[in-house]
């Protein structure tokens, strides 16, 4: 059973910065693309970046480009979201999405593209 579970999540100041951390206890998911997606209050769940199985090819949302940076680790079977410069505008719940699909390069940005979901870890940033 996939089970990703988020960590890294927390409170920082305007223009900090955090890493995320997904991984799935259990079982490897070198074989997954992954994704990272965020819910702010009262808004839809949306796509911050994502990344391919092999780890080649990424995609962000305009809002986090240049500041946020999403890779993977295989050995660890870990994929990280490093957030840097962050804003106000940043704070929501953060969750890790992932893909068991067989095109190793492909970025996927819809959050029906995926089947696994983390719970999610809130990051908060104060003014």
């Known amino acids: 059973q996939v089970q990703l579970r988020e960590s890294g999540g927390g409170l920082v100041q305007t223009g900090g910065s955090l890493r995320l951390s997904c991984s799935d206890s259990?079982?490897?998911?070198?074989?997954?693309?992954m994704g990272w997606f965020r819910q702010a209050p009262g808004k839809e769940r949306e796509i911050v970046a994502a990344?391919?199985?092999?780890?080649?090819?990424?995609d962000y949302a305009d809002s986090v480009r240049g500041r946020f940076t999403i890779s993977r680790n295989h050995t660890k079977d870990t994929v990280y979201l490093q957030m840097n410069d962050l804003k106000p505008e940043d704070t929501a719940v953060y969750y890790c999405?992932?893909?068991?699909?067989?095109?190793?390069?492909?970025?996927?940005?819809?959050?029906?593209?995926?089947?696994?979901w983390g719970q999610g870890t809130q990051v908060t940033v104060s003014a």
């Open positions: 990344i391919s199985l092999r780890g080649i090819n990424t």
């Open positions: 259990g079982r490897a998911f070198s074989g997954y693309a």
């Open positions: 999405a992932g893909f068991d699909t067989y095109r190793a390069d492909k970025v996927y940005l819809r959050e029906e593209d995926y089947p696994y």
